[in-house]
């Protein structure tokens, strides 16, 4: 079964708008992390945030993880045409071993 | 730097043929090595990994197995594919040792179409 299941399934917005997508999990985690993935490529790490962290930044991406209610978001603030692409989450479970556990991700258009 | 080589990019399999597909890394030692695999617009489900030589682990019970001869080499196999193999084969890397698990590195993937 999927660990981490994002929220909304597809995303269509305009150019310079913000995005934000949520993922939900299950158990208790190392680790919580973000990944994009353009159409038939592999996959491109975003950004970590660790069990004790509850906000992380990296450029244009801000990341929260609520551990209480087990759940993240991903922003994308001021999004261009080249931030169309799929976002992942993935956890790290504590009791799962060297793995990382991926949902079923977020699909998100950027209209210019 | 470390790199990450996988290949082909595509394969068109007939049901019943071999499979073997190969991933390579380059540039650091003793990598925890992955195949997922992604059926189309959806998420990546682990099929195997491995933190060392010779050492696999599997996740589903399915028509494939996995070999880590080398420690920087990582090889899909299936001995007669089915056509619900088909999908989109990612291998990944992170570096060992590290206790929890760290970023993935992946390949660009192999679309595996078996008809």
């Known amino acids: 079964s999927q660990q981490g299941e994002e929220d909304p399934q597809a995303l269509s917005i305009q150019e310079g708008e913000n995005a934000t997508m949520n993922c939900s999990y299950k158990?208790?985690?190392?680790?919580l992390q973000w990944y994009r993935q353009n159409s038939g490529r592999g996959l491109v790490h975003l950004i970590l945030?660790?069990?004790?962290?509850r906000e992380k930044h990296s450029g244009r991406l801000r990341v929260t993880l609520d551990t209480s209610k087990k759940s993240s978001s991903l922003l994308i603030t001021a999004s261009r045409a080249a931030d169309t692409a799929s976002y992942f989450c993935?956890?790290?479970?504590?009791?799962?071993?060297?793995?990382?556990?991926f949902g079923g991700g977020t699909r998100v258009l950027v209209k210019p | 730097s470390q790199t990450i080589h996988q290949w082909p990019a595509t394969l068109v399999q007939p049901v019943g043929s071999p499979l073997s597909l190969e991933c390579t890394v380059e540039?650091?030692?003793?990598?925890?090595l992955y195949w997922y695999r992604q059926a189309a617009g959806r998420g990546l489900q682990l099929l195997f990994y491995?933190?060392?030589?010779?050492?696999i682990s599997s996740e589903v019970p399915q028509n494939l197995s996995a070999s880590r001869p080398q420690d920087r080499q990582f090889i899909l196999s299936s001995k007669k594919l089915l056509l619900s193999d088909s999908g989109f084969y990612l291998c990944?890397?992170?570096?060992?040792?590290?206790?929890?698990?760290?970023?993935?590195?992946f390949g660009s993937g192999t679309q595996l179409s078996v008809l």
């Open positions: 540039g650091t030692s003793n990598p925890n």
């Open positions: 993935a956890t790290d479970e504590k009791a799962a071993g060297n793995k990382l556990t």
């Open positions: 491995s933190v060392g030589i010779g050492q």
């Open positions: 945030i660790r069990s004790n962290e």
């Open positions: 990944a890397w992170s570096f060992g040792n590290t206790g929890a698990n760290e970023k993935l590195f």
């Open positions: 158990t208790s985690i190392n680790n």
